[in-house]
């Protein structure tokens, strides 16, 4: 078949009137054929069947009925990867309820952020995250939320209720279909709030067509791949990459427990002979500048990326450690992923350095003028729009607070415009140049941070770097780096020079970072996004200080 035929086949398949969210992402299944295989060292690992899932989650759609769960409530969870998470999951979309997601990393404030955004009145949450939901400062008191923890066993459990409870409580009957529509809500999110605040993006069940599409297309995933997301569910890439396309394709997906590390994930790749790999960036750029040594025998053959731009030294390295070239991707929570260097073989074409690929089929983007909303010739700079109405996986229409959405499409709604600034070639493969946000306008000229970021990281005494503007009179901004550093080397006079040489020779003589600024970590959100506009803050704060 081809992408557009399929594309047209599951966009039938999630916008029809009447649907049964549960069906197609699980009941439809072999009950035989492994959903999830969860990986948690030191345990044995754990898989679960789609028959396993179906019957888990009949139950738990039982308990949380008891708790007044019904269409339409918004359910969130404070959990790690496990069973008991996708099981959860499952039994919300089987009730016709909304599945608030809450990042393990999150802080109260994040957490309530959400919580309150959503109107979230069931909080399932993990033991030892329990304590975050206690009222404080941050989280101030809400009568009507019900706490649930999970895991095993009573206990102390400051009177929740313990999911465990529940189930077992709870009717042995499964709970009836509930149907819904394409349009019917599915998941309450927030944005990853890089830029500034969090932004409310509550996603129809169709958004999940798009999901598989880049599942089958992007990815490259097959039933017969071994595929692992390892990215976490807290986030859109996650909760749709690693649970909802794989449950829609009817594909096993591999869930690591527990937070990143460069042993485990090594130790994942090669235990479970992982075909089909996919990460932010920061997961490649921590096993690259890592000491611990690449395992060999690995068995990968597609490995992708996505969430932020995909610097050229992860490459450099991937070539030789992985024997393969990690495929960037692009994407955004309000959409889904429009853009990808495909792996589908159909699709597959060779890598051009610094491309973050062509539209994936269902999708139609371009790049329209700064100044006007006409789309621009090849390599001229300007905003990455989608062309809503030829981009049939399309289902973002504006954010929970309507206000939000003003800037987000042209005034006849032609147009969605991503808020990232780039350019496509003659080929029609896009470039990412930056978020409008962090571009810097230098003498006039408009200059990318990733492309400065991208030659910084090159050099070897670098891990990892951000680049913002910084007011000068004479030129209106100038660039100023900050970078950390890997272990073993340190900051020097000499070495700003070097770092200082390397952009003036591999990027523009005129667009040298003329302050480099040497610090532990950069400010991140908890996804693993370099937040710049904190550098930017972090250096105003300073200056005022200065001047007090
Ligand atoms: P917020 O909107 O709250 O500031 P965010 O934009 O980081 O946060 P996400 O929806 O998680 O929230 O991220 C989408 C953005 O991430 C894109 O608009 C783009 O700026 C960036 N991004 C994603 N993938 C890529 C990529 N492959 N290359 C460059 N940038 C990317
Ligand atoms: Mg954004």
């Not at 297309?217 to 909802?244: F, H, K, Q």
């Not at 699709?347 to 999708?363: E, I, N, Q, Y």
């Not at 005494?461 to 900050?482: K, L, N, Q, T």
Request: glycine share 10%.
């Amino acid at each position: 078949m081809s992408a557009a035929g399929r594309v047209a086949e599951l966009s039938a398949e999630f916008t029809a009137p009447v649907l049964d969210v549960a069906w197609l992402l699980c009941d439809r299944h072999p009950a035989d054929r492994v959903a999830f295989m969860v990986v948690d060292y030191p345990d044995a690992p754990s898989t679960l069947s789609f028959g396993e899932l179906a019957a888990s989650s009949h139950r738990c759609a039982r308990a949380l009925q008891g708790l007044g769960v019904g269409p339409g409530d918004r359910v969130a969870t404070l959990m790690g990867k496990s069973t008991d998470l996708v099981t959860l999951i499952l039994a919300i979309w089987r009730l016709g309820a909304v599945y608030v997601p809450l990042f393990t990393a999150f802080a109260p404030q994040a957490i309530a952020l959400r919580l309150e955004g959503s109107g979230a009145r069931v909080v399932v949450v993990d033991p030892d995250q329990r304590h975050k939901l206690d009222p404080g400062p941050d989280l101030p008191p809400d009568p009507e939320r019900r706490v649930v923890v999970a895991g095993a066993g009573a206990g102390e459990s400051l009177g929740d209720a313990w999911l465990s409870d529940l189930v077992a409580a709870a009717s042995p009957e499964p709970v009836p279909s509930v149907t819904t529509s394409g349009d019917g809500p599915l998941v309450h999110m927030f944005t990853s709030g890089t830029t500034g605040k969090p932004k409310g993006v509550i996603h129809p069940v169709s958004y999940i067509a798009g999901w598989q599409i880049y599942l089958e297309y992007g990815l490259g995933v097959t039933r017969e791949s071994s595929y692992w997301c390892a990215a976490d569910p807290g986030w859109a890439y996650g909760l749709y990459a690693a649970i909802a396309a794989p449950l829609a394709a009817g594909v096993p997906s591999l869930l690591l427990a527990g937070k990143f590390s460069v042993e485990a994930t090594w130790r994942t790749l090669l235990e479970h002979s992982v075909t089909d790999f996919t990460a932010a960036p920061t997961v490649y750029r921590g096993l690259r500048s890592s000491s611990v040594p690449v395992p060999r025998g690995l068995s990968l053959e597609r490995a992708s990326s996505a969430g932020e731009p995909l610097t050229p030294e992860v490459n450099d390295w991937a070539g030789a450690a992985l024997g393969l070239a990690v495929h960037d991707h692009f994407g955004q929570t309000e959409v889904g992923m429009p853009l990808a260097n495909h792996h589908h073989p159909e699709l597959a074409r060779p890598l051009k350095a610094g491309s973050m690929g062509r539209p994936v089929p269902g999708w139609s983007l371009t790049v329209l003028a700064d100044d006007q909303d006409e789309p621009v010739e090849p390599g001229v700079l300007g905003r990455v729009a989608i062309d809503v109405a030829a981009s049939p996986l399309m289902t973002f229409r504006g954010y929970q607070v309507p206000g939000q959405s003003d800037a987000k499409f042209t005034a006849d709604g032609r147009w969605y415009l991503l808020g990232d600034a780039g350019r496509f070639d003659a080929d029609g493969d896009f470039y990412f140049s930056s978020r409008d946000d962090d571009v810097i306008i230098m003498a006039g000229y408009r200059i990318g941070p990733f492309e400065i970021e991208s030659v910084l990281a090159q050099h070897p005494a670098v891990a990892e770097c951000g680049v913002i503007g910084a007011p000068d009179d004479a030129r209106g901004e100038v660039i100023e780096a900050y970078v950390v550093l890997r272990r073993g080397h340190d900051a020097s006079p000499t070495l700003i020079t070097e770092l200082q040489d390397l952009v003036k020779t591999r990027y523009a003589a005129h667009a040298y970072p003329r302050t480099i600024h040497f610090i532990d970590a950069l400010p991140k959100t908890p996804s693993g996004k370099t937040q710049r506009y904190l550098l930017r803050r972090g250096r105003r704060d300073e200056l005022s200080q200065e001047v007090r």
